[in-house]
């Protein structure tokens, strides 16, 4: 295994983990079913470290299709999409600065898929925060140690906001109070690199 594959298993375990959360939380405002979601989301993660050969850009656009194959949800596509994107965006360069770049086109290009802005109670307002503080970092460790306090604190935030997309911008108030539950999803994925 490698440090790629390694991070993908990681991330797919704290999906499977915090399943029933992110039901919970998608059921206040949405129709329930992220915790599924979260779960097909892992086996596309597990999919592509299967595949994977060492090639970061091949192996980051295969998890991004395992992804959308296993996943074929709104939700799904969008975090496919953070995978294509990043696919595009790294180089031959060393594995932190791939990671800065890879996080940073995954919400460039989540933004861009799903229409939506920061402050709209999405998984945005959990990303974004995460990939300023891997920008801010002097190195990988404690940039992904950082990014998890700030995805979680950008998770935390949403509670405060009115959602303005799917379900949830439908019935906005009774979404209000309580926290997005795809801005949990990507709290819980950066949560499980921190050291």
Do not use: C
């Not at 979260?38 to 592509?48: P, V």
């Not at 994977?52 to 992804?67: C, F, S, W």
């Not at 800065?100 to 229409?115: D, F, M, N």
């Amino acid at each position: 295994m490698s440090a790629f594959t390694d991070s993908l298993e990681l991330a797919a375990v704290a999906l499977e983990a915090n399943s029933k959360k992110f039901e919970e939380l998608d059921s206040v405002a949405g129709d329930g079913d992220l915790g599924i979601t979260a779960g097909n989301i892992a086996k596309g993660l597990r999919a592509g470290a299967a595949g994977a050969t060492g090639d970061l850009k091949a192996d980051l656009m295969l998890v991004g299709r395992e992804i959308a194959k296993f996943a074929p949800s709104t939700f799904g596509t969008l975090f496919a999409t953070g995978f294509i994107r990043a696919a595009a965006a790294v180089t031959d360069a060393d594995g932190f600065t791939n990671t800065q770049l890879a996080v940073t086109a995954a919400y460039e290009g989540i933004a861009a898929r799903g229409k939506a802005q920061l402050g709209e109670r999405t998984l945005l307002d959990s990303l974004h925060p995460a990939s300023e503080a891997l920008k801010s970092a002097s190195d990988l460790k404690s940039g992904l140690n950082a990014a998890a306090i700030a995805a979680r604190a950008g998770a935390t935030a949403t509670a405060a906001m009115a959602p303005k997309h799917g379900r949830a911008g439908w019935i906005g108030e009774r979404a209000q109070g309580n926290e997005d539950a795809g801005a949990n999803v990507i709290a819980a994925v950066f949560e499980a690199f921190k050291s």
